[in-house]
């Protein structure tokens, strides 16, 4: 089955700096990398995601690369606000459309 | 377009009592997942369905653990006689029919088992 990895477990960035969340995965069938966020006490949110005949994708603050070579994908956020504060997954399906999370990503942009 | 719903939005149970999760997918949504997330911890994925079809449940734990997906009404995720262990958010997310994509979650349900 898939395996994701994801690092780092948990990430301080000022405000208006950029974060980066990198997330590897083993299954070289898997062709949808979805991003979430997921707020304390909230459900996870889709904020982006990238198919695999893509290289990148943007979607204003926020942007996902994918290296299907080397198996794997990264979340970019710049100019961070406090409100990106939150836990990021990313997620790889495997053929049978079951997706593997990663262990999440606690991000806190400092003000 | 009403997004996954799912109810109740907290559960508390005693050991030994049974919990009866819902969910009802987004409109035009026909599969369904269940996962589980432990207090700061990941989602584990426990069971993906269709309507009236149970299409991988390699998650879920063989015993006191059911889900189905009837094909009328919402899906439902039972646990039978729970234990204390079972304290965790139950998560729901559709998708559409051509699967392969795109997951949206329900809001959960928060199961505390005294």
Known sequence: G???????STLSVQEGDSA????????????????????LGKRPQLIIDIRSNVGEK?????????????????????????????VYFCAAPNTGNQFYFGTGTSLTVIP | NAGVMQNPRHLVRRRGQE???????????????????LPEEGLKFMVYLQKENIIDESGMPKERFSAEFPKEGPSILRI????????????????PPAGGGEQYFGPGTRLTVT
């Open chain 2, 19 to 37: 919990a009866r999760l819902r969910c009802s997918p987004m409109k035009g949504h026909s599969h369904v997942y269940w996962y589980r997330q």
């Open chain 1, 58 to 86: 943007k979607d204003q603050r926020i942007a996902v690369t994918l290296n299907k070579t080397a198996k794997h994908f990264s979340l970019h956020i710049t100019e961070t606000q406090p409100e990106d504060s939150a």
């Open chain 1, 20 to 39: 980066v969340i990198k997330c590897t995965y083993s299954d070289s069938a898997s062709n949808y990398f979805p991003w979430y966020k997921q707020e």
């Open chain 1, 2 to 8: 898939e395996n994701v990895e994801q690092h780092p």
């Open chain 2, 80 to 95: 039978q006689q729970v234990v204390r262990g079972d304290s965790a958010a139950y998560f729901c997310a559709s998708s």
